[in-house]
């Protein structure tokens, strides 16, 4: 598919998020809800930093190389998203949410 000049596909493919939700599913059992963003509180510059919950809310620990993978494959399909904020990706609906605006929405 061609490119446009800034690297992102001329004709952006709207399934792709469906299909991330499926595969991060598969790749994750009992996960409903992603939170991603390059702010690992452990590190002082940019790095990868994965929360993912289960229905009731707990979180789901990953291996670091399911990490590393969940935030390659949505860095992959949002390539102009500013992560530096985080996001909650909902797997359930496929929608990606900026966190302070879910933070909101709670009333915290």
């Known amino acids: 598919m061609p490119a446009m000049p ?3 596909p001329a004709c952006p493919d709207p399934d792709r998020p469906r299909r991330l ?6 790749m994750i059992p009992g996960a409903t809800t992603i939170r ?3 702010s690992d509180p452990a590190m002082t ?3 990868p930093h994965v929360i ?3 229905g009731s809310g707990r979180t789901i620990e990953l291996s670091r190389t399911a990490a590393r993978v969940t935030a390659r494959w ?3 399909v949002w390539p102009g998203m500013d992560w530096t904020r ?3 990706f909902d797997l359930a609906g ?5 966190s302070d605006l879910l933070t909101a929405r709670r009333g915290r």
């Open 45 to 47: 510059w940019p790095h």
């Open 94 to 98: 496929a929608a990606l949410i900026p």
């Open 6 to 8: 800034s690297g992102i």
């Open 74 to 76: 949505m860095m992959r």
């Open 86 to 88: 985080p996001h909650t």
């Open 52 to 54: 993912v919950k289960d």
């Open 21 to 26: 939700a499926a595969q991060l599913t598969d």
């Open 36 to 38: 991603f963003g390059l």
